[in-house]
């Protein structure tokens, strides 16, 4: 105090800390006199005040940012899987390079304990060519996107980036059996900014990702210039961990851990003509997203776990315009997901 005079607590008094994202509780079990008294002192007079710390509810904020990094790194694993090795089939020459590309953009609404929104855009580049019955094909990929998460009313944005590298293989068995698998890496960015009750907070971090699918799949003539594909699809994905320090006025250390998903996927598709130059598809599947957990800790203090776990459906639509006397065609295409994922 202004005169120095010494402030006496008496047994039982409660000591209550807040920061950001920690507050603790002390209940005294003896008088204790102090001097001075600050908020955010780890320890003071012998008092341990991080004894009963615990980590507030919007700071699940911090790792569902990280998390929708996560998802949009499967995303990619899914863009490759449909779109990027179907365009690889298609342009592929016997023992030549083709050239071959997509793109697509989305939104989708993940359920995660609480939920985070991620709008993204996904482009592959790459060359194809085929040897007997292989059509192998390598290539570049490139993804930006920005989220909001969403918890007890508090509300936080995050960009997230993905670049990398990846080999695919479509390997026809039989004329009626194929299998396909890819494996791509690279890194990606999350950049976090969110408002709080006291203070502005935001983090930069950088990780290496890693994935890889293998689909098994069956074609089914139907009738003339139509066919059904059915097919079962394992992807693992690797997120790997990262430690950055924050904004906040304590300069808080974010420890995120390693976070690994696996999701197995049944569906089939129709694929026909419906006129010389065009080809229609509509496919139909179901997915089971296992782990995809996202575990975080605030100066050693664990935070609320999201998870992408969970099952969606998701449904197809797209088709093929080839172009006369010319080598190169336009796919579009749109797809929907409803469940966990939305």
């Known amino acids: 105090t202004e005169n120095n005079e010494i402030i006496t607590l008496s047994e039982g008094t409660?000591?209550?800390?807040?920061?950001?994202f920690i507050e603790s509780e002390v209940l005294l079990e003896r008088d204790l006199s102090a001097s001075s008294w600050t908020n955010h002192d780890l320890l003071t007079n012998g008092v341990d005040l991080m004894a009963n710390a615990k980590?507030?509810?919007n700071a699940k904020t911090l790792s569902e940012s990280f998390l929708g990094t996560v998802a949009f790194v499967n995303q990619g694993a899914e863009f490759v899987a449909d779109n990027g090795i179907r365009e690889a089939v298609r342009r592929a020459n016997m023992d030549s390079l083709t050239a071959f590309g997509a793109i697509q953009g989305g939104s989708s609404h993940y359920q995660t304990g609480s939920y985070i929104d991620v709008d993204g855009t996904g482009l592959v580049l790459g060359a194809t060519s085929k040897v007997n019955e292989k059509v192998w094909a390598g290539f570049f990929e490139v993804g930006w996107a920005d989220s909001t998460s969403?918890?007890?009313?508090?509300?936080?944005?995050?960009d997230h980036d993905y670049y990398g590298l990846g080999i695919a293989l479509h390997y026809s068995?039989?004329?009626?059996?194929?299998?396909?698998?890819?494996l791509r890496a690279g890194l990606t960015k999350?950049?976090?900014k969110g408002s709080f009750a006291q203070e502005g907070v935001s983090y930069d971090s950088d990780s290496l990702y890693a994935s890889a699918h293998l689909t098994m799949g069956l074609l089914l003539p139907i009738g003339q210039d139509l066919f059904s594909d059915w097919y079962l699809r394992y992807t693992f994905s690797y997120t790997d961990a990262d430690s950055v320090t924050m904004t906040d006025?304590?300069?808080?250390?974010?420890?995120?851990?390693?976070?690994?998903?696996h999701a197995l996927r049944a569906g089939t598709r129709l694929e026909g003509e419906c006129f010389e130059n065009m080809n229609w598809r509509f496919g139909l599947a179901y997915e089971h997203t296992f782990d995809?957990?996202?575990?975080g800790y605030i100066n050693t203090l664990a935070l609320e776990v999201p998870s992408l776990e969970g099952d969606t459906i998701i449904t197809e639509l797209g088709m093929t315009l080839k172009t006369a006397n010319s080598p190169w065609n336009i796919d579009i295409g749109a797809k929907g997901y409803l469940g966990d994922r939305q």
Do not use: C, P, W
């Open 55 to 57: 980590v507030n509810s």
């Open 150 to 158: 969403h918890v007890l009313g508090t509300r936080a944005e995050a």
């Open 292 to 295: 995809g957990k996202a575990q």
């Open 173 to 182: 068995i039989t004329s009626s059996v194929y299998t396909q698998a890819s």
């Open 14 to 20: 409660k000591i209550k800390t807040q920061t950001t």
């Open 249 to 261: 006025s304590l300069m808080s250390r974010l420890d995120m851990d390693s976070t690994k998903t």
């Open 190 to 192: 999350t950049k976090f």
